[in-house]
């Protein structure tokens, strides 16, 4: 038993018909009978779906939480598809160590659920931004290139990832961006999730600078990105035929 279960009961006993919930931080506390901590008001990571947490009890009532306002102080928790109430905790093991274990299926394909994407933080739970150019000894006088101003973020997932295959970037239940990668901890660690100087220039790595801006102006604005991984040797194929068919906002070469 938790001590956050009357949060969980409230949950569990919204109306079938109800698929998302907002909540400020004070609305919460009334249901809990007691304060948040100071971790939950200032630090954006408090609220994600982690099933290592004996406070998340929202996901042992079927929901998880999709947006975090930590201005407003608000929540939204949305209803799990096909939750059941009281069926416990996901398997956070289930596909190599990460994430809740939920499965989505993308055009005919069941994508894992692995991870946030999480940036940096100053003390205060904002992203740290940082502007890598200024540290590129440009003796050739390179311009930088559109996406190259920044700023950018800084962000990890699981080291253990060294699979190829399809991955999606999801916000609000939709898909903002489709790729694919031969290694996926390396495509993230090392290339959108830390800007390297010389990539913010003329004949750099554009994709990198473009993904991870866009990354820091939605974490920035409240939301929750997460990433989707699907296995598979055919991972171009795949992605051509999602990215048509989804249509994602942020594979737009013209977008920023």
Not at 193 to 217: A, D, W
Request: glycine share 10%.
């Amino acid at each position: 038993m938790s001590k956050y279960d009357h949060l969980k009961r409230y949950l569990e006993g919204r109306p079938a018909a109800t698929s998302s919930v907002a909540l400020g931080f004070r609305q919460i506390e009334r249901i809990l009978g007691f304060d948040l901590p100071a971790s939950a008001r200032k630090h954006r990571p408090w609220w994600a779906n982690d099933a290592s947490h004996s406070y998340t009890v929202w996901l042992e009532a079927g929901w998880e939480t999709s947006k975090v306002d930590m201005a407003s102080g608000r929540v939204t928790f949305v209803r799990l598809r096909g939750a059941r109430p009281g069926a416990g905790r996901p398997d956070r093991d289930a596909h190599r160590g990460t994430g809740t274990g939920r499965t989505r299926e993308f055009c005919g394909y069941n994508f894992a659920r692995l991870c946030l994407i999480d940036p940096d933080r100053d003390p205060r739970g904002q992203p740290r931004e940082y502007l890598p150019q200024g540290r590129y000894r440009n003796a050739s006088g390179l311009r930088l290139h559109r996406y190259g101003t920044g700023p950018f973020c800084r962000f990890r997932i699981p080291a253990d990832l060294h699979v190829g295959g399809v991955y999606v970037l999801l916000m609000d239940g939709s898909a903002y961006y489709v790729g694919e990668c031969e290694n996926l901890s390396g495509r993230f660690n090392t290339g959108y999730g830390q800007i390297s100087p010389r990539n913010c220039y003329e004949g750099g790595q554009r994709t990198n600078c473009r993904v991870n801006h866009l990354i820091l102006e939605a974490v920035k604005a409240g939301y929750e990105v997460e990433l989707w991984f699907y296995e598979t040797a055919d991972r171009q194929a795949i992605e051509s035929r999602l990215t048509a068919e989804l249509r994602p906002p942020w594979n737009s070469q013209g977008r920023l």
